[in-house]
């Protein structure tokens, strides 16, 4: 069935440095791609997506490829700051429901 | 518009006791949903409703019955909570687009409520 991996964390950076979580997916047909975000004490939030094979999804300095190839939908942003500290989810949408990858929490120290 | 709504955020209950979590949405949303959440394990999906009317199982319904009240309200009951049912619950929604060929999947944003805070002692 329809799967995603993310990388475990916790991934720990200091103020200013890049960042990469890695997904990975498994699916049959052509599903959209979803990164969300939840802060502390919060529901998840939608961050960026992409709906289609070299879309580019991007949010507040945060950006993710669709790589068809590769089966990927690494996050990644240039300059972390301490508010980016969160869990994010990377999923995938199946035919009527999110598939969630376990989640990656980020801690970013001042 | 205030989005996914749910009640109670927190609540403490005795093993045994039933209980019922609210859930609205105000978004014309055909589709909604009910996680929960426990630490480590990411989301888990328990039920969700495709469209008004309609019901189905996800990963981890045991213990639990659902029920689509109407196009914006879905609920979740505990019949007979148990210590293993603490966690957070999360009610989400989204319209149930779909673009493109038959094999697309949904392609909208899904909402989330800020979720349900819940003990069994």
């Known amino acids: 069935g329809d799967s995603v991996t993310q990388m475990e964390g916790p991934v720990t950076l200091s103020e200013e440095a890049f960042l990469t979580i890695n997904c990975t997916y498994t699916?049959?047909?052509?599903?959209?791609l979803f990164w969300y975000v939840q802060y502390p004490g919060e529901g998840l939030q939608l961050l960026l997506k992409?709906?289609?094979?070299?879309d580019k999804g991007s949010n507040k300095g945060f950006e993710a490829t669709y790589r068809k190839e590769t089966t990927s939908f690494h996050l990644e942003k240039g300059s972390v700051q301490v508010s980016d500290s969160a869990v994010y989810f990377c999923?995938?949408?199946?035919?009527?429901?999110?598939?969630f990858g376990t989640g990656t929490r980020l801690q970013v120290f001042p | 518009n205030a989005g996914v709504t749910q009640t109670p955020k927190f609540q403490v209950l005795k093993t045994g006791q039933s209980m019922t979590l609210q859930c609205a949405q105000d978004?014309?949303?055909?589709?909604m949903y009910w996680y929960r959440q426990d630490p480590g394990m990411g989301l888990r999906l328990i039920y969700y409703?495709?469209?008004?009317?309609?019901?189905d199982k996800g990963e981890v319904p045991n213990g639990y019955n659902v029920s689509r009240l109407n196009k914006r309200e879905f609920s979740l009951r505990l019949e007979s909570a148990a210590p293993s049912q603490t966690s957070v619950y999360f009610c989400a929604s989204r319209t149930g687009y779909r673009t493109g060929s038959k094999a697309g999947g949904l392609t909208d944003t899904q909402y989330f409520g800020p979720g349900t805070r819940l003990t069994v002692l």
């Open positions: 978004m014309n949303h055909n589709s």
């Open positions: 409703s495709a469209s008004e009317g309609t019901t």
């Open positions: 992409a709906t289609k094979a070299d």
């Open positions: 699916a049959t047909g052509y599903p959209s």
């Open positions: 999923a995938l949408s199946g035919s009527d429901k999110l598939i």
